[in-house]
């Protein structure tokens, strides 16, 4: 099992709705806490994560700033399309430190991409420091 | 490459006091001011993009002119969730629609209580001089008390009409800077 969310594994972010070239999505995955991705005003906001291959997926740990609501979904397709609910869940508010959300799917779930959707935030910016993903590639 | 943010711009008040003109002035850089009076049913939503000065940053208001009859005050209330930045309108040659700011300023309030929203109290129609009875001072002293920037306009005259949604937009682009900071010391 390893973090199959992190670019060195081959993820990539392949969308983004919000974009501040000091803070890049591929911030979200750079296996670094110190960087971060920010939305630039409104929700929901979203972003998606490919990975290298078809994973299945044991636990996603998100960790947020300001996020009220955010909802995850998983692709199996080969495009990052036809994406179907896994998740929501309300992110307690916390001051001056990072909030920490753990997903557990349970280790047989496949996803070639999640989605994350901020739905609504304690503010009007937010931001994701890093999303860790733990799995292993489906071999087929 | 400029950074985009995106803010929600609810433009509240009174009926007739100039919500729809102030907006669409501002929206067609001053080629279209709406002489005759047509009501606002429901929202109508607009958008526009303001540079900030000393920056490569642009903030996009999305501006919801909101009808201000009170019949359709239920489906007003819909659109008005998160707003991010407010602006208050009343008409200086009327004394209701001043009256009425504080309820309109209640009502937006009630929407989201716990985040903070630069807003901006504008007075319009001061080009009827004659007419007016709302001082600038009145205006002013509400405008302080409840922590909103005031603005005197006209858009038939076009007259300052730019002037409070630019403040606006560098409010929300100053809290966005502030928030930054904030954010880069919680790792
Ligand atoms: N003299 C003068 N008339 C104005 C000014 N601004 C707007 N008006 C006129 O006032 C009337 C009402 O303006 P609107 O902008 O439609 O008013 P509103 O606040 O959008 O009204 P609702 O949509 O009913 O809430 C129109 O006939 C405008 O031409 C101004 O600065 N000076
Ligand atoms: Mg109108």
């Given amino acids: 099992m390893f973090d199959v969310a992190s670019s060195k594994a081959g993820a990539q972010v392949v969308l983004a709705t919000s974009?501040?070239?000091?803070?890049?999505?591929?911030?979200?995955?750079?296996?670094s806490q110190d960087t971060f991705w920010v939305t630039t005003g409104l929700y929901p906001q979203e972003f998606v994560i490919t990975f290298q291959a078809l994973m299945n997926i044991n636990t996603v740990r998100i960790q947020s700033f300001n996020v009220r609501k955010i909802t995850v979904g998983r692709s199996v397709s080969?495009?990052?399309?036809?994406?179907?609910?896994l998740r929501e869940k309300d992110v307690e508010s916390t001051d001056g430190q990072l909030q920490e959300e753990e997903i557990h799917c349970g280790g047989n779930l496949t996803a070639q991409h999640l989605k994350f959707t901020i739905q609504s935030g304690y503010d009007h910016f937010a931001t994701i420091h890093q999303v860790h993903v733990d799995g292993n590639a489906v071999h087929s | 490459m400029p950074t985009i943010l995106r803010a929600k711009c609810i433009v509240v008040g009174d009926s007739t006091v100039g919500k729809s003109a102030l907006t669409q002035v501002f929206h067609s850089d001053g080629t279209h001011y709406p002489k005759n009076y047509t009501l606002t049913a429901g929202v109508e939503l607009l958008v526009k993009a303001v540079n900030i000065p000393d920056s490569n940053d642009c903030v996009e208001l999305y501006i919801y002119d909101s009808a201000g009859k009170e019949i359709f005050y239920e489906i007003v209330q819909k659109h008005w969730d998160h707003p991010s930045v407010v602006m208050l309108v009343y008409d200086v040659t009327s004394e209701t629609s001043f009256d009425s700011c504080a309820k309109w300023l209640e009502r937006v309030r009630?929407?989201?209580?716990?985040?903070?929203f630069p807003g901006v109290l504008v007075a319009?129609?001061?080009?009827?001089?004659?007419?007016?009875?709302?001082?600038p001072k009145a205006g002013k002293d509400f405008a302080q008390s409840n922590g909103l920037e005031y603005f005197e306009v006209s858009a038939k005259e076009m007259q300052q009409v730019e002037a409070p949604f630019y403040f606006l937009a560098n409010e929300f682009h100053k809290m966005y800077k502030e928030r930054l900071e904030q954010f880069k010391t919680l790792a």
């Fill in chain 2, 110 to 116: 009630s929407q989201k209580p716990e985040m903070q």
């Fill in chain 1, 19 to 31: 974009a501040d070239e000091e803070y890049p999505p591929e911030n979200i995955i750079d296996g």
């Fill in chain 1, 78 to 85: 080969n495009e990052p399309t036809e994406f179907e609910l």
């Fill in chain 2, 124 to 135: 319009n129609k001061i080009d009827l001089d004659q007419r007016r009875v709302i001082s």
